[in-house]
Nanobody, 121 residues
């Protein structure tokens, strides 16, 4: 089970840190990604951290967030630190988990949280 938290209303240029907590399994054995979905748009892969990586570890980022967002994790929680936020970052943010290799395709992830709203305005 995955549960996101930390979403909020923030001004442009501000920062926010999201958390994805797990229960029932050790998230370190899973590849974990953050996705986001804005109204009227398709779900977009934001970043993924490789299975087994702790701290900031091995990760991939979408071009739209490179240099502004950082994914990291400890044993049971994955974090998304977001800096220099822009209005176009407004979306519901989801964490998702999968076994095996990394991916930023939502169809590859069987386990999802409920999402947390981030609004930049």
């Amino acid at each position: 089970q995955l549960a996101e938290s930390g979403g909020a209303l923030v001004q442009p240029g501000g920062s926010l840190k999201l958390s994805c907590a797990t229960s029932g399994f050790s998230i370190s054995s899973f590849c974990v990604a953050w996705f986001r979905q804005a109204p009227g748009k398709e779900r977009e892969g934001v970043t993924v951290i490789y299975r087994g990586s702790l701290g900031t570890g091995r990760a991939l980022y979408a071009d739209s967030v490179k240099g502004r967002f950082t994914i990291s994790r400890d044993k049971n929680t994955v974090y998304l630190e977001m800096d220099s936020l822009r209005p176009e970052d407004t979306a519901v943010y989801y964490c998702a988990a999968k076994v095996g290799g990394s991916s930023l395709k939502s169809a590859d992830f069987p386990y999802w949280g409920q999402g947390t709203q981030v609004t930049v305005s």
